[in-house]
């Protein structure tokens, strides 16, 4: 195991604090400082850490999901593809609807495209 994150304070914090206290009250402040800013940075520090840690896995399950989403290394919104299917079904005639639906192939063949660099419908290789 390694140390991966360390706290230091110096005279020099006490002093950008209280720029009118002279030298000796903030080494006397340093003294007295030093053990409760110990102990509160280490409860501080546990707490950060494990709120750091619960937003580090959903990240990398984040990213776990983006990363199965879709072919290749194509990405589907699927709420956003669900929206566009139930607009197209509810056009008011079959012409709409063709329309709608003639449209969104395009769009899903252009993103493959952005998304992949291949175009869609081509044999793997």
């Known amino acids: 195991m390694s ?3 360390t706290i230091k304070w110096d005279t020099k914090d ?3 604090i209280r720029p009118d206290w002279y030298v000796a009250k903030v080494e006397d402040a340093a003294s007295y400082a030093r053990k409760p800013l110990e102990e509160s940075c280490v409860e ?4 950060s850490l494990e709120v ?3 937003i580090f ?5 984040d990213k776990e999901d983006i990363e199965t989403l879709g072919c290749d290394d194509s990405r589907v919104a699927t709420k956003y593809v669900y929206g566009r299917i139930r607009d197209a079904l509810n056009s008011k005639d079959l012409d709409e609807m063709s329309q709608e639906l003639s449209n969104f192939f395009s ?6 495209k952005v998304d992949t660099g291949k175009l869609i ?3 793997d290789e």
Do not use: M, V
């Open 14 to 16: 006490i002093a950008s």
């Open 3 to 5: 140390i991966f994150a």
């Open 44 to 47: 501080q520090g546990w707490e």
């Open 107 to 112: 769009e899903l063949a252009h993103n493959y």
């Open 52 to 54: 750091l840690l619960d």
């Open 57 to 61: 896995e959903q990240d990398r399950k």
């Open 121 to 123: 419908g081509a044999d």
